[in-house]
C-alpha cells in the first residue's frame, strides 16, 4: 500500500472524541497510519479504538494533557509520526505549538505559525481586516485614547456594546440603548473587566440588535491558491456556544451571499492564508461585520462537507503536504442543504447544566444522507472533564426541509441511553416555527422556556414508560411470577 | 406486587401481575387501570412492548435499580424503589416476614397463630388506595405471629405475618 503522495506516512491526531475519530477515517483512507494520544479518561473512547497506534499522556487534569504540546510532540516520536494534526480546541490554534512541531522535524496541518498569531488575535486580526478595507463594527478602543474614549464611542450612535478589552465569554458586557446610560454603563463594565479579568480597559463598538452569525469556510494552498467554500449559518446558540450549524444561511439573498463570501476570500487572501481556516461574521439589518478567525477546523466542518462533497480533513492533509489545491472557486457547487445538531451531555431544561452518565446502550440510526461523528462508545464514562459535546448529528438534503425532516427522523432513533442529553431538546427547536421559518438571532435560545423546558409525560406515554421499565426489571417481573394469578390477589375495587 | 418507580423526581407505583397464559404477558395495574403487557425481544437492547395490542419499539437497559427506557424519540431514567415485599420472600432462619406492600388498614384477618398454611393461602386482606387486596403466603409453614388486629392502620413495609417455613419446624 503506503501514500506515495504525502511526505509522513502516520498522522498524529493532538485531539479526542468524535473529531480525532472523525480525523482518523480520512487519515486511514488515504493509506496512512493514524496515531493518537489519549488520557486515561479516554482509554475507553472509540479513538483510542480505532488508532492504530495510541500513546497515553498524562497531566494534571485531564484537558491539562492535551494542551502539554512538549509531551505530544514526544508522543508524536514514539508513535513514529511525520505529521500533527490538532483538530479543533486545545493546542489548535497554538502558534508556539505549531512552531515547536516545525523545530521538532513534525508537519503541523494548519496555518503558518505567524499567520496563526496574526488572525488569532482578535484585536490584530481586527485591526488588520479594518486596514485592509473590509468591513468591522464601528468601534472605539479606550486604549488608544483614553481621554476621548467616552466622546468617541458616543459618536458611533446607538446601540453600543461595552466589552472589557480583556474580556472574553460574555462576561462584563453591556449594551448600551440610551446614549444618556453611557457614562453609567461604562463604570460598570470597567469594575466587572476589573472584577473577571483584573483590568478594567474597554473597548465600546456598534451592536447589532438580534445579530445572527454566518461564517466562511476558507480554503488556501502553499501556492497562492485561495478558496472560500461557501457559509454556514450559526445563530442557534446558547451560552455563546453554537448548536445548530447549516449551510446554506436562511437569511442570505444570493448577492449577500456572494458578498461576505468574497469578504472572506478576500480577508483570508490578504492575510496570505494557507490550510482551512473559517472567517466569522456577525450579520444584521443586512450589514455584516468582521468578528473573529478561527485558524483552524471548526467543528461544524461537516455542514460544509456535505454540500460540497469535499472531505476538508483530506483537503488539510495535501495542503500541509504541499499539494496545491485541486480545483478553482468556480468549480465549487454547493448542493442542496446541511444541517449539523450538537447532541450534548447537558440538561436544557436546567440552563443546560452538563451531565454525567456512562453509555449503556447507544443506537445510531442510518439514513440517506445522514452523518453522525460520534465520539462515545457503549460502556464508555461521561465526566465533566472535557467539554460536553457527544456527537454531531449531519443531514444533507435537497433542501432546508429535507434536511429537517431527515434530522427529525434520525433523532426519533438515536438512542443513548444512561447519560441525560439535549436530544429531545433539539427535536423540539427543529419543530419550532421560528426555526423552521429561519428567523432566528444568537439570543434566540435565551429563556425561551418552550424550547428548553421538558413537557409534562402524557398518561398513554407514562404508562408505556412504566409498563416497559417494569417488564425489563428483574426485580419486577420475577416478583409478578412468584405470586398467584392476578384475581386471587386482588380483590374488588373499592370506592 | 406494588413497586415504586421515580421518573424525573415523580413517585409512580403500580402492580406487575402474570397475564393469563399468553407467554411474556403480564398484566399492568396503574391507577384504577388494568393493562394487558408483554416486551418481544428485536434484538440486543431493542423490543416491541405492546400495551393492550399496540406495539411500541423501545430500547431499554437495567442497570443496578434503573432502567433506561428509549421510547418515542425520547431516553427516560426510570429508578425502581427498593421492593416491598408483599408476598414474603422467605428471610434467614427458616421464617418470613410479611410485610405491608403499602400503608392501608386491615379489613380481614384469616390465619390464627398456628395455623399451617400452603404458598397462596390468605392470611389477611388489606385495603389501601381504594383497593382491596388479599395477603398471601408464599411459603409452605406455619403462622408465627399475626402483628396487626382488624381494623388497624400500618405504614408500608410494616411485618404482617411472620411465618416459620415448612421443614425448619423442630
New interface residues.
Given amino acids: 500500500m503506503g501514500a506515495p503522495a504525502f511526505p509522513f506516512d502516520t498522522v498524529l491526531i493532538a485531539n479526542r472524541g468524535e473529531i480525532a475519530l472523525r480525523i482518523l477515517r480520512t487519515v486511514k483512507a488515504l493509506g496512512l497510519r493514524g496515531a493518537v494520544v489519549y488520557h486515561a479518561l479516554d482509554a475507553e473512547g472509540p479513538a483510542v479504538a480505532a488508532a492504530d497506534v495510541a500513546v497515553e499522556i498524562h497531566g494534571p487534569t485531564p484537558v491539562a494533557a492535551y494542551l502539554d504540546g512538549a509531551q505530544i510532540i514526544a508522543a508524536a516520536r514514539q508513535a513514529g509520526a511525520g505529521a500533527v494534526h490538532p483538530g479543533y480546541g486545545f493546542l489548535s490554534e497554538n502558534a508556539g505549538f505549531a512552531r515547536a512541531c516545525a523545530d521538532a522535524g513534525l508537519t503541523f496541518v494548519g496555518p503558518a505559525p505567524q499567520t496563526m498569531e496574526l488572525m488569532g488575535d482578535k484585536v490584530r486580526a481586527r485591526r488588520f481586516v479594518a486596514e485592509h478595507g473590509f468591513p468591522v463594527a464601528p468601534s472605539a478602543v479606550e486604549d488608544d485614547d483614553p481621554q476621548t474614549f467616552l466622546d468617541r464611542a458616543r459618536a458611533l450612535g446607538a446601540p453600543l456594546l461595552i466589552k472589557p478589552s480583556a474580556g472574553g465569554g460574555g462576561k462584563g458586557m453591556r449594551i448600551v440603548r440610551d446614549m444618556a446610560n453611557l457614562a453609567d454603563e461604562a463604570a460598570r463594565a470597567r469594575s466587572e473587566g476589573q472584577r473577571f479579568f483584573g483590568d478594567g480597559r474597554l473597548y465600546v463598538e456598534r451592536y447589532v440588535e438580534q445579530p445572527r452569525h454566518i461564517e466562511v469556510q476558507v480554503l488556501g494552498d502553499a501556492h497562492g491558491s485561495l478558496v472560500h467554500l461557501h457559509e454556514r449559518e450559526c445563530s442557534v446558540q446558547r451560552r455563546f456556544q453554537k448548536v445548530i450549524e447549516e449551510s446554506p444561511s436562511p437569511a442570505l439573498s444570493a448577492e449577500q451571499r456572494h458578498s461576505i463570501c468574497e469578504v472572506a476570500r478576500g480577508i483570508a487572501a490578504t492575510a496570505g492564508y494557507v490550510n482551512a481556516g473559517t472567517i466569522e461574521f456577525i450579520w444584521g439589518n443586512g450589514d455584516f461585520y468582521f468578528l473573529e478567525m478561527n485558524t483552524r477546523l471548526q467543528v461544524e466542518h461537516p455542514v460544509t462537507e456535505m454540500v460540497t462533497g469535499l472531505d476538508l480533513v483530506e483537503l488539510q492533509l495535501r495542503i500541509a503536504a504541499g499539494e496545491p489545491l485541486p480545483f478553482r472557486q468556480d468549480e465549487v457547487t454547493p448542493r442542496g442543504h446541511a444541517i449539523e445538531l450538537r447532541l450534548y451531555a447537558e440538561a436544557p431544561a436546567r440552563d443546560f447544566a452538563p451531565t454525567t452518565g456512562r453509555v449503556h446502550v447507544l443506537a445510531l440510526p442510518e439514513a440517506e444522507g445522514l452523518r453522525i461523528d460520534c465520539g462515545v462508545m457503549e460502556g464508555q464514562a461521561i465526566t465533566t472533564a472535557f467539554d460536553p459535546m457527544l456527537a454531531k448529528v449531519v443531514a444533507h438534503g435537497g433542501d432546508r426541509d429535507g434536511a429537517i425532516a431527515i434530522l427529525a427522523a434520525a433523532l426519533k432513533q438515536l438512542a443513548l441511553l444512561g447519560c441525560e442529553t439535549n436530544a429531545t431538546f433539539l427535536g423540539r427547536v427543529l419543530a419550532d416555527t421560528g426555526f423552521r421559518s429561519g428567523a432566528v438571532h444568537t439570543g434566540y435560545l435565551d429563556g425561551n422556556a418552550a424550547l428548553t423546558a421538558e413537557p409534562p409525560l402524557g398518561t398513554e406515554q407514562l404508562r408505556a414508560i412504566l409498563a416497559a421499565a417494569a417488564l425489563a426489571s428483574r426485580t419486577v417481573t420475577d416478583a409478578a411470577d412468584a405470586v398467584p394469578p392476578l384475581h386471587g390477589v386482588i380483590g374488588g375495587w373499592r370506592n | ?1 406494588r ?1 415504586r ?1 421515580d ?2 423526581g415523580a413517585d ?1 407505583r ?5 397475564g ?1 397464559g399468553q407467554p411474556g404477558a ?5 391507577g ?1 387501570a ?2 394487558t ?3 418481544e425481544p428485536r434484538g ?4 416491541d ?1 405492546v ?1 393492550d395490542g399496540a406495539s ?1 419499539p ?6 443496578g ?1 434503573t ?12 429508578r ?1 424503589h427498593d ?1 416491598i415485599q408483599a ?1 414474603g ?1 422467605p428471610e434467614a432462619g427458616g421464617h418470613a416476614l410479611i410485610r405491608a406492600p403499602m400503608p392501608g388498614t386491615v379489613l380481614e384477618i384469616a390465619v390464627d397463630p398456628g395455623a399451617v398454611v400452603q ?2 393461602d390468605r392470611l389477611i ?1 388489606i ?1 389501601s388506595m ?5 395477603i ?1 403466603a ?1 411459603a409452605s409453614g406455619s403462622v408465627d405471629e399475626v402483628r396487626v388486629r382488624a381494623g388497624q392502620s400500618f405504614d408500608r413495609d410494616a411485618v404482617l405475618v411472620t411465618l416459620t417455613l415448612a421443614g425448619e419446624e423442630a
Fill in positions: 406486587m413497586h418507580f421518573i424525573e409512580h403500580l402492580w406487575l401481575a402474570p393469563d403480564f398484566r399492568l395495574i396503574l384504577d388494568s393493562h403487557v408483554r416486551l440486543g437492547h431493542h423490543h412492548l400495551v411500541h423501545v430500547v431499554l437497559a437495567a442497570v435499580d432502567v433506561h427506557v428509549f421510547i418515542d424519540g425520547a431516553a427516560h431514567a426510570v425502581l421492593p408476598g420472600a404458598p397462596g386482606v385495603e381504594k383497593l382491596e387486596t388479599t398471601r408464599t
